[in-house]
């Protein structure tokens, strides 16, 4: 193979690409062999003698063949994260040294990398640190030179957009072997004088051309500010003769929770277990989607009151529970539920 004079690079990880063949003998390799015939003259029984043949030569051609793996496929990353890191390996398995060409290009399906970073991982511990960065980036696009059996490590670094939970996009990785004539060759083809010292070249991978692509999943930061707080409230104690904040049994205590999402979440319920002491009173829920803590939701306009079948059940807590189901939130938002008990 006609090696690119410039510096190797290369990738690390584990999810395999591509039948390979092993590599064997190496190309160039000359296997000999001769021939020998022992006889004895007629008549004679003692003397034994010996023919040998001409020495015949078969010089080993070069295959074309590599693999390329990533043990990260599957990738979480928040909104806007920079410096995210993939690992990727490209291993010749070919019986010759190879030239090899590698991209990385984004794609979709929500949002797409817009630019990428390749570092070779020079010390060999699969982790990019100051001293793989300090040598320099490669270009998204980059030449390589793999010897025989070897194998070689590139980190693929990007930045995310601005993406929604649940959102993804995309790096899709390319490995082409630089033999010319090999982006049309299909396996099996031989390319004449391509290999090795002016040896033929047997193509091992269809159009000497390899492709993975791994992904990016937006999740919830686990570092920012928390998704969805919760903070419950007395709004009233009245009595039944009509005292405020008089907690006597008999008594009726309004509770207010107001839940606040600060990004997309899914499947939101608010829950409230009612304590022994007291007992819910029953058609007394309103819920509103906004913030009027310290405001009877009741008198309200645009309330919900929802049926105490649809929020109220005996089923999970023995005094009972209110659930509120608000499901899927695409954006952020406040929810104001209320509900009435009466101490017992």
């Known amino acids: 193979m006609k090696l690119i004079k410039h510096a190797a690079f290369a990738a690390a990880g584990l999810l395999a690409s591509t039948m390979s063949y092993a590599a064997g003998t ?127 490590t590139i980190f693929v670094v990007t930045d995310i957009p601005v993406a929604n939970v649940g959102e993804q996009g995309s790096g899709i990785v390319t490995v082409a072997s630089s033999t010319p004539g090999v982006s049309t060759a299909s396996i099996g083809d031989v390319l004449p004088g391509e290999g090795d010292g002016g040896t033929d070249a047997v193509v091992a991978v269809a159009s000497g051309t390899d492709t993975l692509t791994h992904t990016y999943t937006v999740v919830v930061d686990p570092d920012a500010v928390d998704a969805v707080t919760v903070e419950k409230s007395v709004l009233s104690i009245v009595d039944s003769f009509g005292n405020d904040d008089s907690a006597i049994p008999g008594a009726t205590v309004t509770y207010q929770i107001v839940v606040t999402v600060t990004t997309p979440v899914d499947g939101l319920v608010i829950s409230d277990t009612i304590p022994d002491e007291v007992s819910y009173t029953a058609g007394t829920t309103y819920w509103i989607a906004s913030d009027q803590e310290g405001t009877d939701v009741s008198t309200v306009g645009g309330a919900t009151h929802p049926a105490d079948s649809a929020v109220y059940s005996t089923s999970i807590d023995a005094n009972g529970r209110i659930s509120l189901n608000l499901g899927d939130q695409a954006a952020a938002g406040v929810y104001t539920l209320q509900f009435e008990t009466t101490i017992k």
């Open 26 to 152: 190496s190309v160039g390799t000359s296997i000999d062999n001769t021939a020998t015939a022992t006889y004895y003259a007629a008549g004679d029984t003692t003397s034994q003698l010996s023919a040998e043949s001409n020495t015949e030569s078969v010089v080993v051609q070069e295959i074309i063949d590599f693999t390329i793996n990533t043990t990260s496929s599957n990738v979480n990353v928040t909104s806007e994260q920079q410096d995210v890191v993939v690992a990727y390996t490209v291993s010749n398995t070919g019986n010759g040294s190879e030239g090899f060409v590698f991209s990385v290009t984004g794609a979709g399906p929500d949002f797409t990398p817009a630019t990428f970073q390749l570092y070779e991982d020079r010390d060999g511990n699969g982790v990019l640190d100051p001293s793989d960065i300090a040598q320099g980036a490669l270009n998204a696009n980059g030449e390589i030179n793999l010897n025989e059996d070897e194998t070689k």
